[in-house]
């Protein structure tokens, strides 16, 4: 079963909220990044930049250490608050498309190791240990681990009628998207959640592997008896949110090629009947709809790719996956591509129009061939784990993307 716990998050001032809170780091282009820091003294960016007020890029366990600095002058203007309570906050986004609701909570590093919460990617040692020195440092983590769990009944009704009541926030940021969130402290409720999650038996990672590896990482490092003043509760545990796999919205990679070589089209087709069937789709932009077909874009010309049913054989739930198809049977042994995290002729993107914008990249020479796919579903993705396989890289885009500073999770302040 699922260990799901309410903690004391440091949050953002009500009034405050819509300033602080921001996109991931990484989502922001260079010039918007220094914008929003420029005109916004209150978002969560000076945090994670702290070397922006004197004009300056800051690195490595200098950089950890002011990251710090900044968070406490964040506390001690009030600009972020400590809740006095354990809690849970139910978090909903509406969006044009789409929206979802789920919790934020703590999870433990003993579930992530008896695989009570299941993995699904290969993490990068190095990647690992920077992040766990970033949170040994820092003390706080701002970034929550998604993690997905089968829809349980009682749990939706229970957060649909607290969903019911006025939030305690309740704003829009810039991208359009509009942020609610409910700070639940109801006895009765808490106790109704955790209970309801021990019905769970397994969590599984939607997004966030490195940090829930670097969470656990830590909490070793802390077992060995380098306690760094975080208390016994905080490193045994780490923010996650959790949401109903109805929730979860999927999307799919496409991969563009290029360095092909002098390698005409026909000799590709040819190359690729021994798998496929191939039909020809002409210059209008063409999607897959179906698993195990895909599309290929190729000198003006978009082809549909079906799987032969006897040209391949599935073993094991990776084998059936798309990104695992393509990659086996067409990425290397046509294009020896081998490394599919290192190759620098491989290009992933991941878009809304994917087919139309793949053809622009291919028309204008930036790449020579694209690929395109239907998106991973829950099923797959639960399989695997439960298989203890990981995908090939960049297979699914997760969403929602969650703000960071929303909730933050202060080692230093747990009551767990």
């Not at 420029?38 to 200098?62: C, E, M, R, W």
């Not at 002058?73 to 006095?84: A, H, T, W």
């Amino acid at each position: 079963m699922a260990e799901v716990i309410p903690f004391q998050a440091t949050r953002p001032a009500a009034d405050k909220v819509a300033s602080v809170v921001s996109r991931s780091y990484d989502h922001y282009g260079s010039k918007e990044r220094k914008a929003v820091m420029a005109y916004n003294p209150f978002s969560f960016l000076h945090i994670i930049d702290p070397g922006f007020k004197f004009h300056k890029t800051v690195q490595g366990a200098q950089r950890f250490s002011m990251v710090r600095n900044r968070y406490l002058e964040f506390l001690e203007e009030g600009v972020l608050i400590r809740e006095k309570q354990p809690s849970y906050y139910l978090y909903r986004t509406l969006r044009e498309e789409y929206s979802t609701y789920g919790v934020f909570c703590a999870t433990t590093t003993a579930d992530y190791r008896k695989d009570v919460i299941r993995k699904h990617e290969e993490t990068l040692s190095f990647r690992e240990t920077l992040f766990a020195d970033y949170l040994q440092t820092v003390k706080f983590n701002a970034e929550p681990v998604l993690l997905t769990y089968p829809d349980q009944p009682d749990l939706d009704v229970l957060f649909k009628s607290i969903m019911a009541e006025v939030p305690e926030y309740f704003f829009t940021t810039t991208d359009r998207v509009t942020h609610q969130l409910w700070v639940i402290q109801n006895p009765q409720h808490i106790t109704q959640i955790r209970e309801g999650f021990k019905a769970v038996e397994t969590l599984y990672i939607a997004d966030g592997h490195h940090r829930s590896a670097s969470s656990d990482l830590l909490a070793r490092r802390m077992e060995k008896g380098n306690k760094g003043g975080i208390s016994e509760g905080a490193y045994g545990s780490f923010m996650s949110y959790l949401i109903p796999e109805s929730q979860l919205r999927i999307r799919s990679f496409s991969r563009l090629l290029s360095g092909i070589g002098d390698r005409n089209p026909d000799e590709i087709l040819i190359g690729l009947d021994r798998f496929f069937r191939i039909q020809e789709k002409g210059t209008t932009p063409f999607e897959p709809v179906e698993k195990h077909q895909f599309s290929m874009y190729l000198k003006g010309t978009f082809y549909s790719l079906k799987l032969r049913k006897h040209s391949y054989s599935f073993s094991d739930p990776l084998d059936a996956l798309d990104t695992q198809i393509l990659y086996k049977t067409v990425l290397e042994p046509l294009f020896g591509v081998t490394d599919l995290r290192h190759d620098s002729r491989i290009h992933y993107m991941c878009a809304s129009m994917n087919a139309l914008k793949m053809k622009k990249m291919v028309d204008k020479g930036v790449y020579d061939i694209g690929f395109g796919m239907t998106p991973v579903n829950v099923e797959e993705l639960k399989a695997i784990s439960d298989a203890g396989l990981k995908m090939p890289p960049k297979s699914t885009f997760i969403e929602p993307k969650l703000p960071s500073g929303l909730t933050i999770y202060d080692f230093q302040n747990p009551d767990l």
